[in-house]
């Protein structure tokens, strides 16, 4: 079965550098998303991307933060400076159409030191 | 923003019983979703739901999407020990561009 990809399993970045965390999502997809969820909490939305630009962001995703498709298959999510804040588990999704469930892939683990 | 209470928090409970948990929300929702994730992994869809009213059933779980649109649940039958993991419902509206928003998690324990 088709999955999203994610790559690093696990990054850790001294704060106030710059992050870079890819997902590679389902080929047939359309609608990519990422989330983010802090230790022991819920997951949160931070924003979603479809035809190359943004369509919603929540207010976590502020001017720190920056989402691309530099190709065909790749979606990338940007943390500029991190903060100790920024510590999660970043996931990656995708759906066909924006109103099938998103799929997600297994996350990255942020460390920020 | 939109809130889910999503309950219990926590279950313990014996191999074989049946597992009951819910979800509500103070806002109307057109999807809903109910997912589990294991440690070190990605939540992992399990159903979904399109329709008020609707009764769906995976294997051992059913769920319903309340009449009012504003609930649902999962219930598990018979579990067994690999059940053991958070569950978390996932509402969405057509309104956000496929936005979900999630509860905050039933955590459910099996013992053999």
């Known amino acids: 079965e088709p999955e999203v990809t994610q790559t690093p399993s696990h990054q850790v970045t001294q704060m106030g550098q710059e992050v870079i965390l890819r997902c590679v999502p389902i080929s047939n997809h359309l609608y990519f998303y990422w989330y983010r969820q802090i230790l022991g909490q819920k997951v949160e939305f931070l924003v979603s991307f479809y035809n190359n630009e943004i369509s919603e962001k929540s207010e976590i995703f502020d001017d720190q933060f920056s989402v691309e498709r530099p190709d065909g298959s790749n979606f990338t999510l940007k943390i500029r400076s991190t903060k100790l804040e920024d510590s999660a588990m970043y996931f990656c999704?995708?759906?066909?159409?924006?109103?099938?469930?998103?799929?997600f892939g297994d996350g990255t683990r942020l460390s920020i030191l | 923003g939109q809130q889910l209470n999503q309950s219990p928090q926590s279950m313990f409970i014996q191999e074989g019983e049946d597992v009951s948990m819910n979800c509500t929300s103070s806002?109307?929702?057109?999807?809903w979703l109910w997912y589990k994730q294991d440690p070190g992994e990605g939540p992992v869809l399990l159903i979904a739901l399109y329709k008020a009213g609707e009764l769906t059933s995976n294997g051992r779980l059913t769920a319903q999407f309340g009449i009012t649109r504003k609930d649902s649940f999962l219930n598990i039958s018979a579990s067994i020990p690999s059940d053991v993991g958070i569950y978390f419902c996932a509402g969405r509206d057509n309104t956000n561009a496929g936005k979900s928003t999630f509860g905050d998690g039933t955590t459910l324990t099996v013992k053999p």
């Open positions: 999704a995708s759906s066909e159409l924006g109103n099938q469930p998103q799929h």
């Open positions: 806002s109307i929702f057109n999807t």
